[in-house]
T-cell receptor
Framework: DTAVSQTPKYLVTQMGNDKSIKCEQN?????MYWYKQDSKKFLKIMFS???????INETVPNRFSPKSPDKAHLNLHINSLELGDSAVYFC??????????????FGPGTRLTVL | KQEVTQIPAALSVPEGENLVLNCSFT??????LQWFRQDPGKGLTSLLL?????REQTSGRLNASLDKSSGRSTLYIAASQPGDSATYLC????????????FGKGTKLSVKP
């Protein structure tokens, strides 16, 4: 199946721990994103990567760091987890550029619960 | 600063009705606008994307329109079915935003059999 996939689907952890969420896309896209959906279901951009280069970074704590080993992967590392980090995190990808449609495709989400 | 508003926040209709979901945005300098569907506990499914130069897009029973000058988009769903029940999200991408989608808070649609 061509898609954006994320692992794990659910992540429950204690405050202060460090965790990672993995994302992979097999659509051949050149840009990948991480979004956060809070308890009120509001979606906000966190990061995007284009050709292994970070190109936007909204007001996200530096405890969050995206890492892209290659064009098809964008993993999210979170250090020193806090209660307020509990949310659903979505990975997305798109093919950008003036000749591209620029439609974003989303993964199934990872529900992070910090206890 | 771009803000995206969706009205109503929730909508309940009987099966078979035609319905319209509304999306408004404050900055008309958009690159494109995308409508998504989100089912409970699931990811986002892209429904329609309208480029800034387009006025509407259609896919099956769905029709999305875009009026940049008034900062509005509508999603029209014809002959609604219980399977259409979901939250519908509107998102805009600005020129030069490098892919950053700005989302509305969504309209939760319930179609009763």
């Amino acid at each position: 199946d061509t898609a954006v996939s994320q692992t794990p689907k659910y992540l429950v952890t204690q405050m202060g721990n460090d965790k990672s969420i993995k994302c992979e896309q097999n659509l051949g896209h050149d840009t990948m994103y991480w979004y956060k959906q809070d308890s009120k279901k509001f979606l906000k951009i966190m990061f995007s990567y284009n050709n292994k280069e970070l190109i936007i970074n909204e007001t996200v704590p530096n405890r969050f760091s995206p890492k892209s080993p290659d064009k098809a992967h964008l993993n999210l590392h979170i250090n020193s987890l806090e209660l307020g980090d509990s949310a659903v995190y979505f990975c997305a990808s798109s093919q950008d550029g003036p000749l591209s449609y620029n439609e974003q495709f989303f993964g199934p989400g990872t529900r992070l619960t910090v206890l | 600063k771009q803000e995206v508003t969706q009205i109503p926040a929730a909508l309940s209709v009987p099966e078979g009705e035609n319905l319209v979901l509304n999306c408004s945005f404050t900055d008309s300098a958009i690159y494109n606008l995308q409508w998504f569907r989100q089912d409970p506990g699931k990811g986002l499914t892209s429904l329609l994307l309208i480029q800034s130069s387009q006025r509407e897009q259609t896919s099956g029973r769905l029709n999305a329109s875009l009026d940049k000058s008034s900062g509005r988009s509508t999603l029209y769903i014809a002959a609604s079915q219980p399977g259409d029940s979901a939250t519908y999200l509107c998102a805009v991408r600005l020129w030069g935003s490098q892919g950053n989608l700005i989302f509305g808070k969504g309209t939760k649609l319930s179609v009763k059999p």
